[in-house]
Nanobody, 127 residues
Framework: QVQLVESGGGLVHTGGSLRLSCAAS????????MGWFRQTPGKERELVAA????????YYADSVKGRFTLSRDNAKNTVYLQMNSLKPEDTAGYYC????????????????????WGQGTQVTVSS
């Protein structure tokens, strides 16, 4: 089992920045590939960014590429999503997820490949 707790969400103006953190406990953190998803009411949860167990491989959705940076600190059992140049369309609930089945350098891109989920943190970008 892995427990995930997100933090760092909030209200920010267009062009601002936020850093989301996801702290993990339970199963050895480095055994999990990690991802951040987001969801707005009435829409499906979508992958924003993903990172491999090693931290050396990352994936970004086209909508956030160049603005968001995902990193992990395996010693601190934490993954970080740095979000810059935020736009109103980034407004959503953001969810951290862990995949227990990935190889050392693999990222996981599909929602059903993730085994554990946090409760989410709200990000609101005002125009």
């Amino acid at each position: 089992q892995v427990q995930l707790v997100e933090s760092g969400g909030g209200l920010v103006h267009t062009g601002g920045s936020l850093r989301l953190s996801c702290a993990a406990s339970g199963r050895t953190f480095s055994n999990n590939a990690m991802g951040w998803f987001r969801q707005t009411p009435g829409k499906e949860r979508e992958l924003v960014a993903a990172i491999s167990r090693s931290g050396g491989s990352t994936y970004y959705a086209d909508s956030v590429k160049g603005r968001f940076t995902l990193s992990r600190d395996n010693a601190k059992n934490t993954v970080y999503l740095q979000m810059n140049s935020l736009k109103p369309e980034d407004t959503a609930g953001y969810y951290c997820a862990a995949s227990a089945s990935a190889g050392w350098v693999s990222v996981r891109l599909k929602l059903d490949e993730y085994d554990y989920w946090g409760q989410g943190t709200q990000v609101t970008v005002s125009s």
